[in-house]
């Protein structure tokens, strides 16, 4: 049987615009027929990865997703007296297994055309390649390196066996994501809002009556709701992609844990400060089917407190889902709202919880 821990968390956040869209809009979805403010899961995923919790517990096991590789294997080889032009060359040979490079004519004939999640292994293993090139006959095509040479299918890369990766040119390595992350949405109904703006030029004349006014003026968008996040790791999944090193699994899932809790967006982080920690966090633990509880937020949740209103209606949810299916994964929860019925703790004892083997 497959071991799943499942992470919910109810975060209340003010004005803000965590996540926009391509018109600089926080990002909606139309949920139980009203709007609804909503955070992508890759956005939260790469505010998770990039966070404090992930570099203090996972140092040396993350990945980089970059298309700069052959760039720095570039600097690396002039740095070590080797020809400009020898140096292109082998740099190019090497980044290519990760990827189709740009044009050698292109303005960046050094990079990746996609992003490329590498693991610590893999660019070490380039720049093996690289040390190799140095003392002997450089590279001066890819299909002189066999891929296996450098990529490998699993390997300590902790956010990569989270999160996954593909590699379009050689499928061979790619990696199924041990954790699925569900778009982060509000409980409620939200309305974006437009904050109209001036910026006034600190060395006009206040006196000069032809020179009045803002110097500058703008609208950007926000809103402010209680979001919703889930997501579920597969145990089993992550342990494999990890080659085995459960002790590497439990640190990874428990930095999810706290990074999940604790970590905020970085959308225009700078003109809102919203930095927010989660007034409930749910972990789960066991071999039963997982399962969301968005729908406890079908019907968009009214009154003047949203938060112990979301709160309780996600403990319904989960105790009718619990009736009608069966399945009951142990549980603790960190409840600001104090309405959680079962085990509670900090957020360090959930930590340890997701972790925790099977009694």
């Not at 294997?73 to 082998?90: F, P, Q, S, V």
Request: with cysteine; net charge negative.
């Amino acid at each position: 049987m497959t071991t799943f821990v499942q992470i919910h968390t109810l975060a209340s956040y003010p004005a803000a615009n965590l996540n926009r869209d391509d018109s600089g809009r926080p990002k909606t979805v139309i949920m139980g027929g009203v709007p609804r403010l909503r955070v992508s899961s890759q956005s939260l995923k790469r505010a998770w990865r990039t966070s404090d919790a992930f570099q203090s517990a996972l140092n040396g096991h993350l990945g980089q997703r970059t298309k700069r590789l052959g760039e720095d294997l570039h600097a690396y080889l002039t740095d070590k007296g080797m020809a400009e032009e020898t140096a292109t060359t082998t740099a190019r040979a090497i980044a290519d297994v990760f990827g189709k490079l740009e044009d050698s004519k292109d303005a960046h004939p050094l990079q990746l055309r996609q992003l490329a999640f590498i693991s610590p292994q893999e660019r070490a293993a380039a720049f093996a390649l690289a040390d190799q090139a140095l003392t002997g006959e450089p590279f001066t095509d890819s299909n002189t390196i066999k891929n296996d040479t450098v990529l490998r299918r699993t390997d300590t890369a902790a956010d990569i066996a989270l999160f996954g990766r593909m590699l379009a040119d050689d499928p061979r390595y790619n990696r199924e994501a041990a954790a699925q992350v569900a778009h982060a949405m509000t409980t409620h109904r939200v309305v974006v809002e437009d904050d109209y703006y001036t910026a006034v030029d600190d060395l006009k004349d206040p006196h000069d009556a032809d020179d009045s006014g803002a110097a500058h003026v703008g609208v950007q968008e926000f809103g402010a709701g209680i979001f919703y996040v889930y997501a579920c790791i597969n145990y089993d999944l992550l342990v494999e992609n990890l080659e085995g090193h459960t002790g590497l699994a439990n640190d990874a899932i428990a930095a999810l844990v706290r990074a999940a809790a604790t970590v905020t967006p970085k959308g225009k982080l700078n003109s809102f400060a919203h930095h927010t920690l989660a007034s409930f966090v749910l972990v789960e633990r066991g071999e039963d089917m997982p399962r969301g509880l968005s729908s406890a937020f079908l019907k968009p949740i009214g009154g003047h407190d949203q938060m112990t209103a979301s709160v309780k209606s996600l403990i319904e949810t989960r105790v009718a889902l619990t009736e009608a299916y069966g399945n009951d994964p142990s549980a603790k929860a960190l409840d600001l709202t104090k309405q959680w019925p079962g085990a509670k703790g900090t957020i360090d004892d959930l930590a340890a919880f997701a972790v925790e083997a099977p009694a």
